[in-house]
C-alpha cells in the first residue's frame, strides 16, 4: 500500500509539473543543443580536420575573453513570473553547465532590488559611524590600503528552492537551484578595519546600506562582523561585476545573500538590531500558528545534483559520472551520500578537492544505466554532523507557508528515456 500510495503521488506531482512548467521545455532542450550539432565525418579520425588547415583568429580579434561560440547556452536566466521587472529581478546560475567550484564572474546569480547602480570608483565613499570611538570615511584606493585577504566562499540566496516549498515547480536545475554562486572574494575583514575606527563597549548591532536606489539595509551582530565579514573590491581575480556590487561589497560568510549588501555605502554601528524592511517583512520564515522564525541568517547544509537533472538527460545505456555540489554555511562538507533508489539505499560519493569552510564542494559518483527509471537524490553532511533533512522533516516544523531556507533533499526522476524530470516523493 505504501508503495502505491508513493507512485500515485509520483505521477500526480509530475502532471503539476508538466503543466506548471511547459514554457521551460525550450530551455532543456536549448542547453543541450550543442550534443544536436550534426557531425561533419570529414572530421573525425583518420581524417585531419578543417580546423587544423587554417589560420585561427588573432589575438586581437576579443581583447577580454569570452567563452567559446560552441557555450552560448551556458547563461544566467530569469523566471518572468518571479521578475517583477528589469530593475526588481532574480536571475539563476547555470550550476549545470559548470565544472569544478568556481563560478565565472559573467554566470553568477544576481538578485535587485533596484536595478545595477554604476559608480565611478573614484566617487566611491565608505562612511563608518555611530557607536565609534572615530566616525570615518574611506575611499577605495584608502580601503586597498589595509592587509588584503583572499577567500572562496558561497552566495546562495535564503529564497533558493523556496518554490518548491509546495511541491515539485520547476522542471530545471537552474530554475531550482541557480541562485547560488562560489568564487574567490578579494578585500579586507572588517576586524582589521574597525581598528581604525575603534568601537564603544555598547556596540552590539551593525547596520550595512547599500547604495543602489532600493536603499538595502540590513543588521548584523557585532560577533559575526568581527568574525569573517570583509568589504570585497574584487572577485575571481578581477574587479566586481557592476551587477555584483562594483566598486565595494559587504562578505559575510555562510550567511543568507539578502545580508551581503551590495555598492556598499555606510555602517553605522549601535546597540541594538534596527529592524529593517529586509528583516522584519521580508526575510522571515512564517511558521503554521502565525508566528515568523526572525534572524535565520546561517544557510544550512544543503546539495544537489547537477547532471543528471532536467537539463542534462542521459544520452545513452553504460556507465555515467553522477555530479553535484554541495555547501554549507556551518563550515565545510565532511560527506556527501547520493541514492538512486528515491533515499532507499545511499552510498557516498567521492569530494574534491579543494575542500573549504563555507565554500561549495564538488562530488561525484559513477553509475551504470540501463534503462531502467531512477529516484536520484544527493544528501550532505557538514563538519558539525549537520545533516540535510528531506521536506517531511523541515514542514513537520515550519509547515508549507514558509519560502526561505528550504534546504530539503532534492528528487531527480530519471525516466526510461533518459529524460530528466523534478519531482516531489510523498
Known sequence: MKKNKKNQSLKLNRRELLVGSASLGAMAAASNSVFAKEVSSKNLPPNVPEWTGELGDGVDVNPYGMPSQFEENVIRRNVEWLTASSQSSVNFTPIQDLEGIVTPNGLCFERHHGGVSII?????????NGLVDREMIFTLDDLKRFPQTNKFYFLECAANGGMEWKGSQLNGCQYTFGMVHNVQYTGVKLSDLIQETGLKPKAKWVLAEGSDSSGMTRSIPIEKLLDDCMI?????GE?????QGYPARLVVPGWEGNMWV???RRLEFGDMPYMTREETSKYTDLLPEGNARMFTWVMDAKSVVTSPSPEKPILNKGVHQ???????????ISRVDVSLDGGKNWKTAKLHDPVLSKSVARFTFPFEWNGEELLIQSRAIDETNYIQPTIQELQKIRGVNSIYHNNSIATWLVNSDGKVDNVRLG
Open 120 to 128: 565611478n570608483p573614484k566617487d566611491y565613499r565608505l562612511m563608518i
Open 232 to 236: 570585497a573590491w574584487a572577485m575571481n
Open 239 to 243: 574587479a566586481l561585476r557592476s551587477e
Open 262 to 264: 551590495k555598492w556598499l
Open 322 to 332: 553522477l555530479k553535484g555540489l554541495a555547501w554549507s554555511g556551518r563550515g565545510k
